[in-house]
């Protein structure tokens, strides 16, 4: 009985470390402080750190589902769009997730080239969700042919450190629009 107890406390002290986890970083920003988290969580810092040993096993833990979520919506727009369309939309979401997480796109680009980085697998995933939708979109002639996933990656980087940078955040979405004009082929 008492393992229960400890497992649900456990839990329970696992769900109070992300949702101050998340409130830090999204103030903080990818980089955010593991002992600010810890300190707010009012726990102590090898409480913390047993729970997510680096500050990527958090980000990972914290960015698990919006990962999922875009990858599962790929599937979706796959089967329910133009290719075009789901190419675009699928771009706008990925630009909006890393709209709100701040700085993750470091941590995410980074983590495709290490296979030991605790993000590597979910950043892997999504990266190829997109790739899936650009070269279905490649096929269909709507879609440049000399592009592929990692440049697709690199897009989305650019435009989510822009959007970081004050002189040009107001300009995103404008500059959204050139980058998918630039990706995408009107006939």
Request: glycine share 6%.
């Amino acid at each position: 009985m008492s393992i229960k107890i400890m497992r649900a406390d456990a839990k329970k002290n696992y769900d109070h470390l992300l949702e101050i986890g998340r409130a830090v970083v999204a103030e903080q920003g990818a980089e955010a402080s593991m002992r600010d988290v810890a300190r707010r969580a009012g726990v102590g810092i090898g409480t913390l750190y047993r729970h997510f040993p680096t500050r990527e096993a958090l980000l990972e833990a914290l960015l698990r589902e919006s990962f999922d979520q875009l990858t599962a919506s790929a599937s979706t727009l796959e089967i329910s769009s133009s290719p075009a369309d789901a190419l675009t939309g699928w771009l706008r979401a990925m630009i909006a997730l890393t709209h709100s997480h701040r700085g993750v796109i470091a941590s995410m680009t980074a983590a495709i080239a290490s296979p030991d980085s605790a993000l590597h697998a979910s950043c892997v995933m999504l990266r190829a969700s997109g790739a899936r939708l650009l070269e279905r979109a490649q096929a269909e002639g709507q879609a440049r042919g000399d592009i592929d996933g990692t440049d697709l990656l690199a897009l989305v980087s650019a435009l989510a450190w822009l959007n970081d940078q004050p002189p040009f955040a107001a300009r995103v979405d404008h500059l959204f629009d050139l980058i998918a004009s630039a990706i995408l082929v009107r006939k």
